[in-house]
């Protein structure tokens, strides 16, 4: 199928209950020219140079989003126009990040990304170092961040039981930081991606990162 019939496909299976954030990395610029020029503006990148270099080129009304691991030292590359961070995984970084949005006047919404896979290849905060993060006094100063939800993502496995169990974790642990931390504006919950986001939208998903079944198999 082409791009833009795969993204009109999953948006229609959506229906409203979940936003598509399609992963375009890897993927030549063409790619998202093509769903771009079907009017689809929300895209998803794991590398800074990667990100930048497509922000430089590609048309100024994209809605860029940074899904991979972020290094500090590299938040200054994407402060003047990322969208979303939803991979925020330390105080340390979420604290750049207001640094260097607050130079760019800017502010930058920003996923807690939870730990929930089963394999030590995923990344994430542990529950508990989550919540150090949201007690921490000092936020309350970081006037140019929004913490609006959590991100996670689950075991590369074909076990859809475990696959569920996790999203449900997520789900459960958002729903009780919503209940507790009600001065911030938790409305968000990234999970789910080409291979399982049906299941993460039915265990409460807000926004599902789908990359190679809207763009094919992506060049290495
Ligand atoms: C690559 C990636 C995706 C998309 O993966 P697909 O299986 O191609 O849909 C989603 N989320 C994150 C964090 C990723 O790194």
Excluded at 164 to 178: H, Q
Excluded at 180 to 204: F, H, N, R
Aim: hydrophobic share 40%; with cysteine.
């Amino acid at each position: 199928m082409s791009i833009a019939g795969s993204i009109a496909e999953i948006e229609k299976k959506l229906g409203g209950k979940a936003k598509l954030i399609a992963v375009s990395k890897k993927q030549p610029d063409q790619k998202l020219m093509e769903a771009y020029k079907a009017g689809f503006k929300r895209f998803g990148e794991n590398y800074v140079q990667e990100l930048c270099a497509k922000q430089e080129v590609l048309p100024k009304d994209i809605e860029w989003h940074m899904i991979g691991h972020l290094q500090s030292n590299k938040v200054k590359y994407i402060a003047p126009f990322v969208q979303m961070i939803h991979s925020v995984d330390s105080f340390k970084l979420l604290k750049e990040i207001n640094k260097q949005a607050k130079k760019n006047d800017r502010i930058i919404d920003c996923l807690l990304q939870l730990f929930i896979a089963e394999e030590d290849s995923k990344t994430g905060m542990e529950k508990e170092e989550l919540l150090a993060l949201l007690d921490n006094p000092a936020l309350k100063d970081f006037q140019n961040i929004r913490i609006c939800g959590l991100m996670g993502m689950s075991t590369f496995t074909d076990n859809t039981s475990q696959i569920e169990r996790e999203f449900n974790s997520l789900k459960d642990f958002f729903d009780k930081i919503k209940e507790q931390y009600t001065d911030l504006p938790l409305t968000e919950i990234s999970m789910g991606m080409s291979s399982d986001w049906p299941l993460a939208v039915k265990c409460g998903s807000t926004m599902v990162r789908v990359g190679s079944a809207i763009f094919g198999a992506r060049q290495s």
